[in-house]
């Protein structure tokens, strides 16, 4: 039971006589009026100022047992325009039962106002009713106004009269809890039969299932953070929740790493250092994107009228949104932006402002600025991406709900794009003028305009600070590394103009022969297959030049949802990647999930050292049911296309001699011939064993990424120790040459799909141990085919031959400089 105080002194009146059918058909939910005598209005409980309305007559706080409350000083004061009140917090403020909020001048209100009969209304009824309610009479401030219970499953909010179950923990998501996260929680917490809570070190409260709310709390990572929850099913709630919390759901970052975050200071006069979100070099002259506010009718033209017009804008937003959330290039991230606005407490904020009488896009506009508030004073740069998806929704929804006022100036094509911030939508109708690249004030790198810049291969660079508004328009700039030069030096400008046009004679001449063989000068053929991590990204690869596919991640199936696919939609993604390739190689490595990829659905045990615990295929063979269905799905396609299958993490022969055995009965129970087996080799283990594993499968891919991790001793997910990863370290250079001959011992081809196949100073160390296949990102796959073309096997053999006898990494990058500066 939660007991409301009366915010005010005067007489207690039933709903039902307000005059006002908006509160005595409590369209904006139950409560009870109070007729002030005295003009003091005080906190009815401890909560948090969740809006106050700019007249100062209508506050809405939320307590921290849950209940939002509406207390709505006199009838029609909005009139007022804020005349004889005196609002004493302001939004956000967390405020104690009988703190003052507003004070306000009595006589001014009974000359003015057509009633003062004070409604004080609970908006979220699904979660909380009244089980009490004062009889009409006296009341003093403070003194019980109404009980409140907890509906339930559908109750949002902890009753904190019931037994409460309640766990704290650090948050381990790298970014906290922005919009993704914050939307599979509430998922997560809708499953429980509990009313649920999130509560911030600072008392702060959001409602479990409403992640606008929890966004609003601006958890970074590291926060304090308390799951609360009453209910039948709380103890499983909570249990659920902190476990879906420190999966890290895909984001997982360990506390007390050293900040290497990139400096966001002002550089060296006539440039400006900021974060680079895509890599590139832009040049060109500079061009300011001067945001045009969009002006906003206030009042409604009546509560249906206007509710209508808000489901149905929301409708057609909702409707582009999952259009995009298909695609490529941000998906996952308008399909948090479906949820967002699929929000009911960002619905109930709106519609109570369509209760008062507001228009659609004013009420959107109230709802989407309550909750960005709290992330515009988070110092978090997470945050202030989130903070950009929340404008551009309520952009988005503005523009749907009005039509597109005034269509933006677009820049002249080849300008530099300054801007403030560059909402996702807005990006993608500049981008048409043909621009070179951008350059932000704020955003961050992984906001969704820098995904969508980087699929147009648009370099930009966020984060350059305020510095980027004294740049006038014309200004010539150059977008290189994480600097933006102000290239006032003609000089300087004139080297800039030859350094890139250089660069994109090389791009532009490696994508005229995207589509040839990759033969070195003297002849020998190496393949030059693309990594895949999307069905999405097949049909890409293949116009980009890929001959084939050397690494298909299967892992973006079983991330970022709550349970795994099936064998059905498992084979029908892999046979649309297999259409997509067309006739062209495919390798399927089965799923690596655990250390760095946790999967939400996939309760582990927390591991001390997880790169070293259960993972790739480890993992698998603990829980074979996952292997099998995978496999099941694989030899469901295998027969129709060149499908081979690939095991990620092998460290001994054990692994693949089980794995086979379940694949061969698998594929005798189906009646299928059982494709190529393959392994990564990501652990010196591997490598070193390649002759004995080479008895037992048909190839090998090295994965470098893990295997300059595992030699090297460097955890790559550990920032503090990452920058020193670095495959060209002759110790991993030495694993790669071992696993080569192993493998040649009994015939078996080696490739290389870890990220240092598309690094050109590798490449000729590579070919030159004897790699015949290379798996890039799809994008490198035309540059990597032309750098293979510059070399001549002999002279590669040399290099790496003295490569494997140098010291360190540097000495092996003095190696390849001669090579590299013949090709250039
Ligand atoms: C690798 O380890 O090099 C590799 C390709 O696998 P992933 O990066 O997916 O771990
Ligand atoms: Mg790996």
């Known amino acids: 039971m939660i007991e409301i105080g009366s915010p005010l002194t005067g007489w207690v009146t039933a709903l039902d006589e307000v005059p006002d059918p908006v509160f005595a058909e409590r369209m904006l939910g139950d409560g009870l009026a109070v007729d002030p ?29 849950g209940p939002v409350l509406l207390i709505h000083i006199g009838l029609d004061t909005v009139a007022l325009h804020g005349e004889g009140f005196a609002p004493v917090v302001k939004e956000g403020d967390r405020v104690g039962l009988g703190q003052t909020l507003i004070e306000f001048d009595l006589d001014v209100l009974a000359r003015s106002a057509r009633s003062l009969v004070t409604p004080v209304i609970v908006t979220n009824g699904d979660a909380f009713r009244l089980s009490s309610a004062a009889i009409p009479g006296p009341i003093d401030c403070g003194s019980g106004l109404f009980t409140l219970e907890a509906t339930g499953a559908a109750a949002a909010a902890v009753s904190l009269d019931q037994p409460v179950v309640s766990r704290s923990l650090k948050l381990l998501l790298a970014h906290g809890l922005h919009a993704r996260p914050a939307a599979r929680l509430a998922k997560r917490a809708g499953e429980f039969d509990a009313q649920v809570q999130i509560v911030a070190e600072d008392g702060r409260v959001a409602p479990a299932r409403s992640p606008v709310t929890i966004l609003g709390l601006g958890l970074g ?46 550089g060296l006069s006539g440039e ?87 228009s659609a896009a ?19 740069p997470r945050f202030a991406e989130r903070l950009d998806d929340l404008l551009d929704l309520e952009r988005r929804l503005l523009a749907e709900l009005d039509g597109e006022a005034e269509p933006p100036p677009l820049p002249p094509a080849g300008a530099v794009l300054l801007a403030e911030t560059l909402y996702p939508s807005q990006l993608k109708a500049l981008a048409e003028a043909d621009i070179a690249g951008i350059a932000t004030v704020a955003g961050g790198a992984t906001s969704h305009a820098a995904i969508i810049a980087a699929g147009l291969g648009l370099p930009m660079l966020v984060g350059l600070g305020e510095g980027l508004f004294e740049i006038t328009d014309g200004t010539p700039l150059v977008v290189r590394g994480d600097t933006l030069v102000i290239a006032s030096d003609p000089a300087a400008l004139d080297q800039a103009r030859e350094e890139a046009t250089k660069r994109q004679a090389r791009k532009t001449a490696a994508e005229a022969r995207a589509h040839d063989l990759a033969v070195t000068s003297d002849g020998t053929r190496i393949e030059v297959f693309a990594n895949l991590g999307a069905v999405a990204e097949a049909t890409l690869a293949v116009k980009q030049g890929a001959e084939g596919c ?28 297999v259409d997509a390739l067309g006739s062209r190689p495919l390798i399927v490595r089965t799923l690596d999930i655990g250390a760095d990829k946790p999967a939400p659905w996939l309760p582990l045990d927390p591991e001390d050292n997880p790169a070293l615990g259960l993972r790739g295929i480890r993992l698998q ?67 070193l064993l390649a002759a004995i594993l080479a008895r037992e499968v048909a190839f090998f891919s090295i994965g470098t990424n893990d295997l300059s991790q595992y030699a090297l001793a460097r955890d790559r997910t550990n920032r503090a120790v990452a920058d020193g990863l670095d495959p060209l370290d002759p110790a991993v250079l030495r694993l790669i040459d071992a696993t080569v001959l192993g493998a040649a011992e009994h015939g078996r081809v080696t490739g290389v799909c870890g990220g240092m196949a598309a690094v050109a100073e590798a490449v000729p160390f590579l070919i030159g141990l004897g790699v015949t296949e290379l798996s890039v990102p799809a994008s490198a796959v035309a540059e990597t085919k032309a750098a293979i073309r510059n070399l001549d096997i002999a002279r590669c053999r040399e290099v790496a031959g003295y490569a494997l006898e140098a010291p360190d990494a540097v000495a092996v990058r003095n190696l390849v400089v001669p090579l590299l500066e013949q090709m250039a």
Do not use: C
């Open 37 to 65: 005598v005295e003009g003091r209005l005080i906190a009815p409980g401890n909560g948090i100022v969740s809006s106050l309305h700019a007249a100062g007559h209508a506050i809405t706080i939320t307590l921290d047992a």
């Open 221 to 266: 990572h590291g926060s304090e953070v308390t799951i609360k929850a009453a209910g039948p099913q709380a103890a499983e709630a909570v249990d659920a929740l902190v476990e879906l919390l420190e999966s890290g759901m895909g984001e997982l970052k360990p506390l007390a790493k050293a900040d290497s975050s990139p400096s966001r200071t002002k």
């Open 272 to 358: 400006l250092k900021g974060i680079v979100a895509v890599p590139g070099m832009a040049i060109g002259p500079a061009w300011q994107l001067r945001q045009v506010d969009i002006a906003v009718r206030e009042e409604g033209r009546g509560i249906a009228k206007e509710r209508e017009a808000l489901t149905a804008g929301r409708g057609r937003l909702e409707q582009s949104l999952t259009a995009e959330a298909q695609q490529e290039h941000g998906g996952a991230i308008a399909a948090a932006h479906l949820a967002m606005v699929a929000d009911p407490v960002l619905s109930d904020v709106a519609e109570r402002q369509i209760m008062l009488g507001k």
């Open 362 to 380: 004013f009420a959107w506009r109230q709802a989407i600025a309550q909750f960005a508030a709290p992330l515009r004073r988070s110092n978090d």
């Open 550 to 577: 050397g690494l298909l991640r299967t892992e973006f199936l079983f991330l970022d949802r709550d349970a795994p696919p099936s064998e059905e939609e498992q084979r029908l993604a892999y046979q649309q990647v």
């Open 621 to 687: 063979l603990a829980q074979t049911e996952l292997l099998e269905t995978q496999l099941r799905a694989l030899l469901g396609v295998a027969s129709g296309g060149p499908l081979k299958i690939m095991l990620p993490m092998v460290t001994g022969l054990n692994e693949v001699r089980e794995t086979k055995a379940i694949l061969d009965r698998l594929s005798n129970e189906m009646g299928v011939v059982a494709p190529d087996l393959g392994i990564m080799v990501e652990t010196p283990a591997a490598a």
